[in-house]
């Protein structure tokens, strides 16, 4: 088994190469994972910098000594594949996040689209939020990941018709044939720059929403026969794009 992965804000080490982990992290290394001396574990900055460890000694029930080795630096994967994610009932958005994160999405962006019954306001929208980026975190340390997908702060319709009109390849997830969708398995992918994947709501991508998005340089792609809800389309698409870059290969 690969070793376990968390999280360290400074990866500089103290002499010897000495590093102590602490804080919740720690705390979850040593009375939960309850990992021991001459084990190995990888600690991250959550960017792309990393280092293999050998724990050394434990102190307490939340500090984890280890032996710190060299610092590496692992490089954004081309090309990068945003999802922009509408926003789903319940706890599927977190479902999205966490699914679309083991997979390999570089960021995910949350959409209020027209249809979307949740609506992020107040409080109670920078709550959701926060779950969302600690999910995208917590995904990121269980697949192993050392670069951990960055989720925006949640995005109008228009905004999001911006972002595809910068994109090498802009696909919005539309299932109705009489609309003109094509397959995705078949699209044609760029070898470099950024791959943006709309997932409308439970409702749907309204037709103002389409015609902004094909306005922005956007076509509408389909996956299969089936029609997945949101809270997996996302993730089944990215298992295409990433097959099919090479990315997996």
């Known amino acids: ?13 103290g002499p010897g190469g000495r590093y102590v982990l602490d804080g919740p ?16 574990v990888v600690l991250t900055d959550g960017a792309g910098r990393w280092a293999q460890c050998v724990v050394t000694d434990t102190e307490g029930k939340d500090r984890l000594i280890v032996h710190l080795g060299a610092v ?15 926003l789903p009932k319940g706890d599927r958005g977190e479902l999205a996040v966490e699914t679309m994160t083991e997979t390999g999405v570089d960021r995910v962006v949350p959409w209020a689209a027209s249809r ?26 269980q697949s192993r990941r050392v670069r951990f997908p960055e989720v925006t702060d949640v995005m109008t319709t228009k ?3 911006a972002l ?13 044939r009489a609309y003109g969708s094509e397959p995705l398995a078949t699209a044609e992918l760029p070898a470099s720059g950024e791959i943006v994947l709309v997932v409308g709501p439970e409702g749907g991508v309204s037709p103002e929403e389409l015609t902004l998005f094909s306005e922005s ?26 097959g099919r870059t090479g990315r997996w290969s």
């Open 159 to 161: 905004q999001v018709g």
């Open 72 to 86: 590496a630096e692992e490089p954004e994967e081309s090309p990068r594949i945003t999802v922009v994610q509408a």
């Open 25 to 40: 992290e720690g705390r979850h290394a040593v009375s939960v994972k309850r990992l021991r001396a001459g084990e190995d």
């Open 217 to 242: 340089g956007a076509k509408a792609y389909r996956l299969g026969r089936s029609v997945l809800r949101t809270s997996t389309a996302g993730t089944a698409a990215t298992a295409v794009l990433l």
């Open 1 to 13: 088994m690969t070793a376990p992965v968390f999280v360290a804000e400074d990866l500089a080490a």
């Open 116 to 141: 979307c019954i949740t609506q992020w306001k107040g409080d109670r929208g920078l709550k959701a939020l926060a779950k969302w980026r600690a999910t995208a975190r917590e995904a990121g340390k």
């Open 164 to 176: 595809l009109a910068t994109a090498e390849l802009a696909a919005v997830l539309h299932e109705d």
